[in-house]
Structures are given as C-alpha cells and as structure tokens.
C-alpha cells in the first residue's frame, strides 16, 4: 500500500549508541520531515527536505543528521544517543507546492528509549 | 509562524455532530487552515484543509470564519473511533519550505 514506512518500530539504545531511523515513501512526495513527539506534547520538526540532495534544520536539530540521496527515503541518524532522545519519531512527506497546499501523510512511527 | 488558540479538551456522544474550534487570529492571507488528528498510539492523520471557502471531504467539514480569524471542523456524526486529539495547524502558502507546527491540539473524547 501507498504511504510512509518507517523502520524499526521499537529500539532500545545505550547512551552513546548511533542508529539510523529509516524512513521511506512511495508517493514521489519532493517534501520529507522528521518529528518527533514527547509525551503530553505536540510534534516538534527535527529536520526536513524539500527535495533530493536538499536538507535544512527544524526547531530541534540537535543531535539528529539527515541526508535526502534519492526522492523515497530520508534517514535520521542519532550520532550520540543520549536518554533526552527518547521519543516517539514520526517521518512525514509531502507534495511541494507548485500553486496548491497539499497535507501530509505521516508513518506509524518509531519508538525509541535510550537508557 | 501564526499560532492557533484551541481548547484543551471536548466531549460529545456518538452519533452527534461535534463541532471543534480553532482561534487563528494572526493568520496571514497565504496562511492555510490545516487539521490533523492522532489516535492513540498512532501518527497523526491529515483531516483537511482550507483557505477561505468551506470545505467538505469524506471525513469532516471545515467552516472558516469570513474573516478567517477562527474555523471550526464538523464531524457529522461522531463514533468512538473519533476519539482523538485534533490539531488545527497553519500551514504557509504554497512554498516550498513551508512548515506543519503543531500545537498541544484538543483532546476529544467520545461517549458510548
């Protein structure tokens, strides 16, 4: 089915551990973003793409690199993970613009506890 | 980034029209009106969007105020699957790099 994949679902990591998020659409969606949720709380943007080779800093970029190399996937990569990295991370893309304002599909997201 | 004003929490009971408001007073003419709603446990799920005019789709209805300061979306006829917490965002024209910020929503909760 047509949507946002996310893997993994659940992961568990050491304060220090690096992993990478991975996050892939198979809706030619140019717009791509990462959010992630602590609890009570709204989405906070980490990082976004507007398109292939083309990456910029949300609100909370700290901590978190991202590459766009081809239009389906947009990894987010932990370099350091530290225990104010748990959350629950969800990846979202989008159609750009071009004259309409289009919504977003969000994936079922990542569940991540770093101890 | 405009901000939106919503209520913390609403109830309503299954099968009647739940009527949610969304304060948007700083709202800018390119600004467009966004709603999503998250289950538990689950992303968020786009609802629908709009400009100036009403709109409807097959989940909800959006009215917007004439002079766009406010909007409300209409569930019909709600059921428990609509319990949710809803997120009325406002979203930048047409640009490219325009951004969702979400706020802490309104929690709905849905009686039997």
């Known amino acids: 089915n047509a949507g946002v994949t996310q893997t993994p679902k659940f992961q568990v990591l050491k304060t220090g551990q690096s992993m990478t998020l991975q996050c892939a659409q198979d809706m030619n969606h140019e717009y791509m973003s990462w959010y992630r949720q602590d609890p009570g709380m709204g989405l906070r943007l980490i990082h976004y793409s507007v398109g292939a080779g083309i990456t910029d800093q949300g609100e909370v970029p700290n901590g978190y690199n991202v590459s766009r190399s081809t239009t389906e996937d947009f990894p987010l990569r932990l370099l350091s993970a530290a225990p104010s990295q748990t959350s629950v991370y969800f990846c979202?893309?989008?159609?750009?613009?071009?004259?309409?304002?289009?919504?977003?599909?969000f994936g079922s997201g990542t569940r991540l506890t770093v101890v | 980034d405009a901000k939106t004003t919503q209520p913390n929490s609403m109830e309503s009971n299954e099968e009647e029209p739940v009527h949610l408001p969304c304060n948007h007073s700083?709202?800018?003419?390119?600004?467009?009106i966004h709603w999503y709603r998250q289950l538990p446990s689950q992303g968020p799920e786009y609802v629908i969007h709009g400009l100036t005019s009403n709109v409807n789709n097959r989940m909800a209805s959006l009215a917007i105020a004439e002079d766009r300061k406010s909007s409300t979306l209409i569930l019909h006829r709600a059921t428990l699957r609509d319990a949710a917490v809803y997120y009325c965002i406002l979203k930048a024209g047409t640009g490219a790099n325009s951004k969702l910020t979400f706020g802490k929503g309104i929690t709905l909760s849905v009686r039997p």
């Open positions: 979202a893309s989008s159609y750009r613009g071009k004259g309409r304002n289009y919504g977003y599909t």
């Open positions: 700083t709202i800018s003419g390119t600004d467009y």
